[in-house]
């Protein structure tokens, strides 16, 4: 008598696609996502992508791309996207920052920064502070201008009227925000390419919450930013992992299945004793939701099925 299970992988990834509420440099608001560009030129991007609660919102998986400025901007600014400097962040009223790390491989989420103290990253708040009304001073400098996307001289340090991005960025310590920035690991910069603009290839950043803490703490993953080859960002939120079937074993009526999932994302265990090339295989009866969980670590799953044959498939949204 044949008895055996099948096992098969398949990612159903979410593709809802939503719209940050648009920033607005002539009223911005503490909590507005800044995007910041260089490039060691002439000029600086600095961009209003609204507030950040329309990211922290996001279902897992949704993709928002980041409307506030356009690819003829960046070419305006610096004339395509090669080599150019770029980071988002914003801060909270209680010193909360959010902040990009860039990703050094392109599939591969990077280690959490570690938070500071509330007085250690109100540092960082004031010299970020800077940027808005920099962008504002300089909202008529460049016909490409508009309310949320400014080109600026890169050289601005005056503060009573703000800084550009390049100087509250570098200051005299040369990066990190004049050096207030200590997140332990990585850098809140990602660089293209200098073939970026012909390579076919994106860039990531992923972008952490970091809360301030009393002792020690990591800051949380909420999601990353893509950017195209033209130069244009979307935010993905609290991306799913693809769900891998490492094995799956049989004895007697029950079938053993090992399994890796994710830490967000809703990861569905579906199973059918027929092959149909009618239905779908994301339309397969579900048997279980899977729990979230670390994809480092096998997770074990029991199904109790007295058929002979059985295929299986993890779908992810």
Known sequence: MINKKLGLMALLAGCAVGKIIAGDFNSYAVGDVLVGFRNGGANDLVVDAGPVTALTGASPNQRIPITQYTSGQINAAFGNADGVDWSAFTWLSDNTLFVTQARTVLNAQTGAYQANSSSVQHN???????????????IAY???????????????????TGSSYANAWSGAYGGYFNGTFSGSVGNPENTT?????????VVRSDFYQLSPVTGFGYGTFLGYFEMATDGTLTYVAYPSTVPVIQSISHSGNVSTIKYTAGLYGTYTLRGTNTLS?????????ALTTLPNANPSTVQIYQDTDSSNVKFYIITAQ
């Open 277 to 285: 090339s009618g239905v779908a295989a994301t339309n397969w009866p």
């Open 142 to 160: 460049n016909g490409a201008n508009t309310a949320t996307a400014v080109i600026e001289p890169d050289s601005i340090s005056t503060y009573h």
């Open 124 to 138: 960082t708040d004031v010299r970020m502070a800077t940027i808005p009304p920099g962008a504002l001073f300089n």
């Open 193 to 201: 390419p200098g073939d970026f603009n012909t390579s076919g290839t």
